[in-house]
């Protein structure tokens, strides 16, 4: 059983973090150029971190899949990036923000990292704006901010509505600079497809060239995964296509705990499913619920009508007449549950009955269409691109779709997971948002993850370890992990079936988003664990990988990632079956109010679930961190 | 008006290129694709292509995607003869099938450069652009070391501006739609955006310099003002920035010449 070490330090919430800093080990300037850091992806989290360690004179190599840092997914987040500055006057502090990630997310993060990420986040305007990013301004020449969901203070800095972008391009820029100068080695179109355990501590890892094939071993002192969410095992998604499980899988594969995987967030207004060839949906910013109006047509018989013809009166405004305080703003767990429930009472619009209207007609009476298009032009022109409809004449089809996730791998405060020496930042780990996350959160916590976190704590780590001590990767355990690559790799090529990975991967979704999508049952869940073996079995006996191992091969690179996102699919309808309750993301159907809130289990639930892989065929040892809530008390989440 | 369009079908032949390695010949290859459901986005339309390959036992096309949604900047497709094909101001992933005819036969190619040489089929190295980026498309600034961020007012308009030059998502259609195959549009984006804010002041010289001078090196040509680029650019990035760079480029040239630089940058006791 993996021992379970949280490390929070002790005393008042708000000295934890400086106190941690004044006492953790610090490595010697002379030192710190005899260790060498391996970070896998380069998103926010991967970037910031490689700069920052390269800064601070460690020997960093940098690892992405991509064909250049710069594409990693961070660089599709709109809306904006948390901070406690208080800029505005209105109230806002540390404490606040703190508050509101940790109520967002359900009661089911550690406050002692919540606080940390909060008191961290001024720092990492301060840090983007010298960097050059051009966030938002007024007319004097100060920063901007606006509001976003589950804060009653403006807190949000954006750059128009590619804030994540910008800020990618800014940590990109100082990964840059450090390339420059020789301080990182850089590695694009390697793709890590293990990790190397030597005494019990992660020394290096197995990547394969997607240009050449090639499968390379690399040393290290300490392997930093940043590797992102893995969203994509519902296969549709608002995710990259490339965006993949593989690296934390085989990680957990080799000892690390997966911490929370039933944690998903599905954000509810997205472009809905057109076809079956579909392969990505779209998301419409959340902003857009400020003035457009959500409903389905009250009778079955209207759904396939011209909105234009179904009368006022026959239109329901679900939210508004549900949530009447809220309205169409209501959190974004409940407004995706609200249109799944009109869905499936046979409600729902559009081709495929799997939507629900979005509506700016009363918005346009109110206050004209050109108000609207200076508001949201670029929304209504992405939509129309996407649908050819134009959304100032009939309304916006929008259903909810899967945006992040929760859940990763299990990390103690210095961001270490339990195998010692590796570390996992930003989505890839579990940490900070609990069991929901806020929007403008995730920027944040990726960078305070690699700019302001990880610096501080790998130092503490790489102190116990000798310098130069680190393995060669001649070592019996590389080989081993290298051997296993090839065996898979391999055997994929060797399948001898007919039908391509995507038609894999579109039956693991569907499996998904059926039993473990936005309402969970007992009975779903167990279906779900009867489909998937089968599924994965299927998957080996009849999958077609053309091509070779030794050439750029999109299929077998799709092929790996799937067989994995498979694995995963079970794991987490196993930890979404283990948790009797109902929490943020994760909503079990047994488990709710009268008014369809999340029913939440402290007593038993008020805790972490890290699952321990066991070999293969074995089942999951489900481990438990409880989490002790001393500042706040655990209340239900009410926002009506 | 709902969508008319979501169950309307239409056929197509692809010509597309394939090459099995960098020093490779390449041909065009037809492929028809039946049946298509003209909200199809074109790289769903090559999915739907890839996956009759594979049935067939053949090896399907390789192509750079991935965010899908116009702002990662891999997808990197000559569509008919234009970089993201017919549209402006959109991304190859941003192009869909209701925008070609019943019938119609599309040439598919990838970005072609001297400084993007094709690893395989549609897919082209363009690490070039990393190079520029490393040569100097940053501020000089450890993090820990930043004053607060209101320490320095930014005029809003230079602020909009600096941002409409870093919306450029680096995916190289400018030098594939320029006959010169000139990265100037890529260069001036980054040196006029980070040149604009009062943080990007004291490297501006020293910017300019190096991320023209690395482009040169790299095989990049010299711009003539055709205005391609900012034509075929998905986030319509202005050539006015390109005029902004040799502004920059030629003070810079100047001022390195004749500003005196101190002898004494030696280290104390």
């Known amino acids: ?640 | 008006m709902v969508a008319e369009a979501s169950n309307k079908t239409i056929s197509v032949t692809l010509r597309v290129w394939r090459q099995a390695g960098p020093n490779q010949p390449g041909s065009f290859v037809d492929y028809t694709a039946k049946g298509l459901n003209t909200n199809m986005s074109f790289l769903e339309l090559l999915d739907v292509v890839n996956d009759d390959i594979t049935r067939q036992g053949g090896e399907p096309i390789a192509f750079a995607h991935d965010c899908r949604e116009g702002i990662c900047g891999t997808c990197s497709l000559v569509i008919d003869g234009k970089p993201h094909g017919p549209h402006r101001g959109v991304a190859s992933c941003q192009t869909y099938v209701r925008s070609f005819a019943d019938g119609a036969v599309i040439t598919v190619e990838p970005f072609r450069a001297r400084p993007f040489p094709v690893v395989k089929d549609l897919i082209t190295d363009r690490a070039a652009f990393d190079k520029i980026q490393q040569a100097g498309g940053y501020i000089s600034v450890r993090t820990g070391a930043a004053p607060d961020a209101n320490a320095n007012a930014v005029p809003k308009e230079d602020a909009e501006l600096a941002m409409d030059a870093a919306a450029c998502i680096g995916c190289g259609a400018c030098v594939a739609a320029c006959k010169n195959a000139s990265a100037m549009l890529f260069v001036a984006a980054k040196v006029s955006h980070l040149g604009l804010m009062p943080q990007g002041q004291p490297e501006r010289d020293k910017r300019v310099l190096a991320m023209v001078n690395t482009a040169d090196d790299l095989g990049f040509g010299s711009c003539t003002n055709q205005y391609e680029c900012s034509a075929a650019c998905p986030k319509l990035i202005s050539h006015d920035f390109i005029a902004r760079l040799n502004r920059d480029y030629i003070g810079a040239t100047f001022r390195s010449a004749f500003t005196p630089a101190s002898a004494n940058t030696g280290g104390g006791a």
């Not at chain 1, 970070?39 to 490689?50: D, Q």
């Not at chain 1, 009250?298 to 949530?323: G, N, T």
């Not at chain 1, 309750?581 to 047994?590: D, I, K, T, V």
């Open chain 1, 1 to 640: 059983m993996a021992k379970l070490d949280s490390k929070i330090p002790s005393g008042p919430l708000a000295d934890k973090w400086r106190k941690h800093k004044t006492e953790i080990k610090l490595v010697n300037p002379a030192n710190k150029r005899k260790y060498e850091v391996i970070v896998v992806g380069a998103g926010l989290a991967g970037s910031s971190a490689a700069a920052t360690l390269a800064e601070l004179g460690y020997k960093v190599k940098s690892f992405v899949f991509h064909d250049s840092p710069r594409r990693a997914h961070s660089i599709a987040a709109q809306g904006g990036i948390n901070a406690a500055k208080n800029y505005q006057n209105d109230g806002d502090s540390v404490y606040r923000l703190f508050y509101d990630t940790i109520k967002g997310g359900d009661y089911r993060a550690r406050e002692a990292n919540v606080h940390r990420l909060a008191e961290v986040s001024v720092n990492i305007i301060d840090q983007c704006v010298a960097q050059g990013v051009p966030f938002a301004r007024e007319y004097g020449g100060l920063l901007a901010n606006r509001s976003f969901g589950g804060a009653q203070v403006s807190r949000t800095f954006y750059a128009r509505g590619q804030t994540g972008q910008q800020l990618l391009l800014g940590a990109y820029s100082a990964l840059s600079r450090m390339v420059g100068q020789g301080a990182v080695e850089l590695f694009t179109n390697e793709e890590m497809t293990d990790l190397v355990v030597v005494g019990g501590q992660a020394k290096g890892i197995i990547t394969r060239n997607l240009v050449s094939g090639e499968l390379r071993r690399w040393a290290a002192d300490a392997v930093i995964l940043a590797t992102g969410g893995y969203g994509n095992v519902f296969n549709l998604s608002t995710y990259a296509r490339g965006s993949n499980v593989t690296a934390i899988w085989r990680a957990y594969k080799r000892g690390a705990c997966f911490g929370n995987p039933c944690y998903t967030q599905i954000h509810p207004t997205c472009i809905p499913v057109t076809g079956d060839y579909q392969s990505k949906l779209t998301l419409m910013s959340e902003s857009l619920r400020n003035d457009g109006r959500i409903w389905v047509p009250k009778r079955k018989e209207d759904c396939r009508k011209d909105p234009a013809s179904i009368a006022e009166e026959d239109r329901d405004y679900y939210l508004e007449r549900m949530y009447p305080s809220f309205g169409n703003l209501a959190p974004r767990d409940i407004a995706s549950r609200a249109a799944k429930r009109v869905c499936d009472e046979g409600r729902g619009i559009g081709e495929t009955g799997l939507g629900v209207y979005l509506d700016f007609a009363d918005a346009i009476n109110r206050l004209g269409e050109a108000a609207v298009r200076e508001r949201y032009g670029n929304l209504f022109d992405i939509y129309h691109e996407i649908t050819d409809e134009n959304a100032y004449k009939t309304p916006m089809r929008i259903y909810p779709a899967v945006h992040y996730t929760m859940g990763g791998l299990w990390v103690d405060y210095n961001l270490m997971s339990n195998v010692p020496g590796l570390f996992v930042l930003g989505e890839a780990n579990f940490s900070d948002h609990g069991a929901n996350r806020l929007g403008a959160s995730a920027l944040m916590q990726g960078l305070a993850d690699g700019y302001f976190v990880i610096p501080y704590t790998i130092g503490d780590y790489l102190a116990g370890q000798k310098p130069g001590s680190r393995p060669s990767p001649d070592a019996p355990e590389f080989k081993e992990a290298e051997a296993n690559v090839r065996a898979m790799t391999q055997r994929l090529l060797g399948a001898k079936g007919t039908q391509p990975v995507s038609h894999f991967h579109k039956r693991l979704g569907q499996i998904m988003w059926n039993y473990c999508g936005m309402a969970r049952t007992k009975e779903g869940l167990q279906k779900a664990l009867q489909e998937l073996p089968k599924l994965r079995e299927e998957f080996w006996a009849t999958v077609k990988v053309p091509g070779s191992a030794d050439t750029l091969n999109q299929s077998l690179e799709n092929a790996g990632r799937v067989a994995d996102f498979i694995e995963l699919g079970e794991l987490m309808c196993l930890d979404a079956l283990t948790r009797e309750e109902s929490c943020g993301g994760h909503f079990r159907e047994e488990h709710q109010y009268p008014d369809g809130e999340c029913k939440r289990d402290d007593e038993k639930f008020g805790h972490v679930a890290a699952w321990e892989f066991q070999g293969p065929g074995q089942a999951p040892l489900r481990n438990v961190e409880p989490l002790n809530y001393e500042f706040v008390k655990m209340s239900v989440r009410n926002y009506k």
